[in-house]
T-cell receptor, first 111, second 115 residues
């Protein structure tokens, strides 16, 4: 079983719609979860962090964490063409600051 | 605050050569982590340095090494380059105050091409 799994996409949504990105992980000991956005040719940029079960909202972004189901998701409301990017989920494993990343979901917001 | 900086941004080397990449973390950050990103393997953790000591290491061969200086700046070195080492090398910094599990901020990366 892979440590983290994401649908690679591409996920296409029309402008103004809600985009839903999902990630499952295998390490039940994981406590910290992150969503990064990566534009083509650029480095990852932190979007959200979430540590507790439930929802966390920041502007148009909502992260959802369910530790019992080992599932973390990112909702993007009112999707804009500028949201078109690859979204990477990540969590800490093995102590220290070792982040394990999913393979990323490519999101395309269409006009 | 200035963000994480990495030099050089682009590099072309030939097989068998070695390369050194540099990373300067955000001011006040003491932990530096290095990652390799390739289309086939995605983002993979190389190692983390904190207070000039390697605190964590990923599953990469010994050709990949690093170090950290007293000002928290870090370098990574790849010796005897192979074609498969072509990748985007990313450095991420974090405060380093809690022993781990902290938010990491990435630099722009160094894109290495091995011919």
């Amino acid at each position: 079983q892979k440590e983290v799994e994401q649908n690679s996409g591409p996920l296409s949504v029309p402008e103004g719609a809600i985009a839903s990105l999902n990630c499952t992980y295998s390490d039940r000991g994981s406590q910290s979860f992150f969503w990064y956005r990566q534009y083509s040719g650029k480095s990852p940029e932190l979007i959200m962090s979430i540590y507790s079960n439930g929802d966390k909202e920041d502007g148009r972004f909502t992260a959802q964490l369910n530790k019992a189901s080992q599932y973390v998701s990112l909702l993007i409301r009112d999707s804009q063409p500028s949201d078109s990017a690859t979204y990477l989920c990540a969590f800490f494993t093995g102590g220290g600051n070792k982040l394990t990343f999913g393979t990323g979901t490519q999101l395309k917001v269409e006009l | 605050k200035a963000g994480v900086t990495q030099t050089p941004r682009y590099l072309i080397k030939t097989r068998g050569q070695q390369v050194t990449l540099s990373c300067s973390p955000i001011s006040g950050h003491r932990s530096v982590s290095w990652y390799q990103q390739t289309p086939g393997q995605g983002l993979q953790f190389l190692f983390e340095y904190f207070s000039e000591t390697q605190r964590n290491k990923g599953n990469f061969p010994g050709r990949f090494s690093g170090r950290q200086f007293s000002n928290s700046r870090s370098e990574m070195n790849v010796s005897t380059l192979e074609l498969g080492d072509s990748a985007l090398y990313l450095c991420a910094s974090s405060l380093g105050s809690t022993g781990g599990g902290e938010t990491q901020y990435f630099g722009p990366g160094t894109r290495l091409l091995v011919l």
